[in-house]
């Protein structure tokens, strides 16, 4: 049973810095592919990121570009999030996902594994 969980959530002004830590468990393949959703109230859920573990291979979102990285941890099986100059629109609900992303790496439907989400609020 794979399992993904989130945590470094939580408040920041704008233009400061967050990490997110997304720990994975119970698989041993690097076939799988890892991503960073989020959704902000009232909005859909939108991509934000994606990492195929085995090449490295990593994309990001326009909105993103240049502010956020993505970095793993194979020891650890831990994905990061690292989120830089912030503003008040990257508020939302982040959600980390495990999937083969064969339904491709930009819509939900890619990965079968969430975690619980973790809430990261940026105020101005």
């Known amino acids: 049973q794979v399992q993904v969980m989130e945590s470094g959530g939580g408040s920041v002004q704008a233009g400061g810095s967050l990490r997110l830590v997304c720990a994975a468990s119970?698989?041993?393949?690097?076939?799988?592919?890892m991503g960073w959703f989020r959704q902000a109230p009232g909005k859909e859920r939108d991509w934000v990121a994606t990492?195929?573990?085995?090449?490295?291979?990593?994309y990001y979102t326009d909105s993103v570009k240049g502010r956020f990285s993505v970095s793993q941890d194979n020891a650890k099986n831990t994905l990061y999030l690292q989120m830089n100059n912030l503003k008040t629109e990257d508020t939302a609900i982040y959600y980390c996902?495990?999937?083969?992303?064969?339904?491709?790496?930009?819509?939900?439907?890619?990965?079968?594994?969430w975690g619980q989400g973790t809430q990261v609020t940026v105020f101005s």
């Open positions: 996902a495990a999937g083969s992303c064969a339904g491709g790496y930009g819509q939900p439907r890619g990965y079968t594994y």
């Open positions: 119970g698989y041993t393949s690097n076939r799988y592919c």
């Open positions: 990492r195929y573990l085995d090449s490295g291979g990593t």
